[in-house]
């Protein structure tokens, strides 16, 4: 059992977090290991608790083993270009229906199990109220798109409503015609969009790794510049590329700061934002040191 | 070319029906024949003109010929029961996935590429925010829900914001489990909800016929307590019976009126609402004659 | 009968402008041909219908062949100079007692008559809390005044309330001495005053006219530039030239569109705000085009 | 000159009656004789000065004598019954062009002229936005009528709006007709439709005298009951009698107090409301006292 | 160091309570002893946290040994009947001048500099605003009031605009005479009044024990009728039932629950407020078991 | 008794100062003097009365004699340099206690008596909510400050509340240790801070004189260039400068005008704010004349 005197500093400590970060915006990014391990009931409690006390959480996913899952059920062999999915029409049907259609519904529903008053989160797509317009990254990609604006509106006023928005990384381009995104993009375009105080990368690594061998070389700070170098330097794991340079785009465009956390530390997310050490690595930019 | 006294005199007709529906809420429920053959842009131009005199429309869609054909390329073979879907964990996952990640997004869509100005449908289920609780039907048809609470006050935020939102008939029951939902059921229990003035039921035919094999025996009105009685009768088609309850039901719940209305023809809904005539079937309470 | 196709395409037409008009101020000007021949229903149908649908209408009034038909009943014989009123003290009076006495009240009246649920219609004239301030036009005329300001926040609290002003054009110079204005000039300063997307004037023509001596050749659309250029060149008949001058003027002035339509043509005011075709001759600047 | 002393005692009297009548209405009737000796500067300064510490005044006024005037000019003799006057078509076009156009746009100006910064007054006749709803007196007076309904509100929003109402005694009936109506009685309506803390009416003698050869005799207070006896006594004057009956509704109705004042006394309305002492009768309910 | 997963453990139970806590008054007494060791910086930390997570805290003093230090320095002997100190004149201005001057201004002075960005704290003394009216408790007594009267708007007034008032146990009777009051009694007086969440008393002990002589004997919680019993039982000691009636009349009188802890351990107030165990002895009605 | 044209005339005056003053700030000082004969009722009255007609007054005042009477009672010996009183940590004690804990509150008693309803003064000194932040002046003097800073905003929340503050003058410095404040210069600093209309300062003089052994040599206006002349030509009692350089320093800080009055005639403040003439010595900006 916790001392009260421990009890009492913890708590000393957490609410100045508490007061800094009410009313200010939060994006979460679950990668696809993590939801494939499903969304446990420590991170919705967590969006939940944050909610509670005038955060606004925003998560956003995307869902690439489960759409392989379905198009090898229905015969459809997956096919990659430099590490993107070549999304034909058919494609596109599939990874639209699993990820509105499947994931996005079980993590609105497991937070909607945890809530304890009434249900609180709310599915989205890109398409809706056209929160992502995109357009084409590649013509040999098919409908794979890059985001160029955010209706941040949109998710301001479910906010302010008091629901809990779950984000499907599909959306429109300007014709209306829909297309897959890159979710570690999409969730830095939505937080640099609503101006957001940290933008918060849940993976299956404790951050980024001095050396990718040794788990307990964990970066704690870094610099975008300094980030940026590193991208550059090869000493980064390419799979984790993506993810680095959005982070680096994210607080270069205005967020708050970045974190690569491990998603596979209960209430990971809490701890994060609400004590003095953190957990995981953390991005800012040099000028706000 | 219609001559000007022509013009004027439809437009002098229409303009009080403008002032008396704006502010107010229209369910529109789409019949899974309707979507079969596409929503045509006559629909989703209908629903952005009246949004943009003040009507505050809300689109329930069902989808089991849809559902049909994803299962039967899945290797599932639907089953029924007295009508209703037999609906086990794995049926219950394809029909979400085609409700809410296909024809939902369709519709969505379509209506966005109307908009002139910025998208403004929303795809919704029942499971967003607790938007619809359900209780189970009976456990030999699975996961089979009726409506037992509407969170209207979700649409209506919605609609504040100037949004229109589009709704999957799926429900959540108290546990957090996903259900199938009726349709028309589910359009009914959102227009009572909401207090709606009007629920209108798109659908392949004239209306409610006097004789089945007359289109041209429509009956124009009824109340609420005749077309009771004559479900009773069995001079209807039993196919119309369930379409037929929930238009009784949702006038005596308190909507002004229900329609039922040719989906085929164009922009019957501007058609039934803003001219002296409309088109189909109004069912109302005797007492509001 | 008009088909439900036609029906469809007025409506379809009409929506987008009532929802573009909806809370645009429009000033109308009646002529005293007009007047003499007693406002019609129609008009005041056109306004009040219009308010329906959140256009705010302004009508303003002269009355020259009303003033003279009491001035002779008084045995005042009417002086003019220049096509302007000589206005000595007790012709002001007869002419203060019959626009805003006599005329105005007969407007007011009518439109009451049509409201359906309560009277809207208000009459003011430029007196009243400062609507109009004038200066003196010329000596030789006695009390006949150019608007100098106009308070439209009068105007615009009355349709704030959800009222129907009329005006009549007396106004007060700085000393608070009452003098007339002419009634085109007067709707020209309040247009401009209140920011107002169109301003029409209804007269006994069917708008401006190539040849004055052939109805069929009217001009349907002019810029300011290219209708002053007429007025300078003679070709239209010298009665019309004020009215000209002050629609040129409304439009340089900020005015969206100026109006010259044929008052004769029953809801000639809806056709022309409600169909793209319209009735008349518009001007605009050329800048707007 | 008067000592601080005196100038302290009588603000420190005063300043108690500003605050309560801050946000209260005030209804004042003008008679015809004060009228024709023109509203002088100081009625006018008054309605400003208690406006400018928040009083609500309304204005009401007649004008029998100036009507006469120009019936007589356009050779109509004016009828009388019973102490009304007899309202034909052509008379109550002359009776609504005097007091709409003449005697309410008299009072408007001065008012206007006295106006430090902008001018307030707004001239309405009971017609202007359904003010005063008439009933029909007597098919043999023709056009004059009973007050049946005032909308308050129209006013109210004038007050709200900053300005000071200046109301003619003209009405419509149900089916828009305009009517002549008598200017206490329509006082008194509007007062007790505004829940007026007082009406106040402006007379040519010092108040209600106890002996009416006896200026001395004067009655400063009497009670509504006490009133009504008095009335049927016969010792009052005949042509009082109206106005008591009104005095008499009006405290009934709901009106804290109503005054008869001696117009003559220039501030009469000024020191009426602001000292302890006040100035000719008041008249209150029993139970008020 | 405590581990990720305490820390966690700790957050998750606290943050309910903070959002249960949101907006709701808590009123805190300290008692004189408290006083005499100065109001710690962990107290006024503590205010100043809740604060900052939206607790409205109000805090309450009294003050007796420092009263009497100050009487005895001008020569006065404090004189008690039945534990209650004999106000005339002369003590009552330096229990004002000690309360009010002193101990008020040290307390306020304490929160201020602890306070972060800006000084929130706020004395006041229950003669300010009328925020304490009293009866006179016995002629013997002097000016000893017991509270008839609280304007808590005064306080919600303050606490809307973000201040921490603290107030000072002095109140005026009806003819505005101040008084001395219990500020044990005081203080449930203004927590009544408020409608508050909770009542904490700060005392030098553990709480309520049941052996006054074995600290571990402390009795967790207690109903108010429980312990209305013991009052009557002489189990409790003589000094300690004034506060307990105090708080057996609190939860009574409608706060949610009342609480004695021990204002000797730092932080108590956080620890009781958001931990699931609290500390001391809890006070709460049967019914609300 | 005064005649009905002189309370006329008298009101006539006063009613444009009230609507002028309504919502304008006034900051009143009482000096030592004044307040050693008691706040009369006459100083009350006219707070409560200016109030209720919307002006927002705040008294600021000091209390030296007061202070020496209790220094000498617990045997300290009032120390001085050039004027200021040397104040140490002890003295501080006794100056905070009779400033916050006596006089205020004999100031906060006296209103709160005289209010009609209900109490409205609410006693407050620098410290409270950071009113008045200080630094130094001068080692030699100990705790004595010139105000750094002042927030406004806590009197404009008062105020807006509809209470009278009454402000004793000690601040506290950065550090949070609290000083005494010269009252004249505190009022100055309030003033300015406020934007208030006008700073009047009551005396037991009549105002400036041209020769201070002639009462009768009233200087009525004087601008703040004059009086810096003057101040500097040693024509004006030495006691008199601060308050002098008080007034300069407000005018030429924003404030409107500043008033040296004479606090022994009754009603004195309202008498300056409500007549055209006022009474005693009013400082103005050269360039505001």
Redesign the interface.
Known sequence: M?S?????????E???Y??RF?GKSIVVKLGGAAIDRELDRALA?DVL??R??GVRCVLVHGGGPQVNAVLN??GIEPQFKDGLRVTDEQTL?IV???????IN?DL??TI??EAAD????????G????LLTVVPVDPELGFVGDVSKV?AG?LA?LLD?G?APVVAT?G?DA??Q?HNINADEAARAIAVAMGAEKIVYLTAAPGLLEDVNDESSLIQRISSEELRGKIESDSVSAGMIPKLRACADAVDGGVGTAHIIDGR???AL??EL??DRG?GTMIKRSADW
Chains 1, 2, 3, 4, 5, 6 share one sequence.
């Open positions: 916790i009260p005197e421990h009890t009492a500093s913890i708590l000393v957490a609410l100045p508490i007061q009410a409690q608790l944050l509670s006390v059920r229905v049907e639209r229906m699993v990820l509105v259609g499947k519904r609105v529903a909607n199990k009434e249900p609180v989160a709310v599915g989205l797509s398409e809706d109220a056209g209706r949109v006023n409503d629901l599909i429109a014709s209306g829909p530390v209960p209430h809490l701890i609400l004590t957990i």
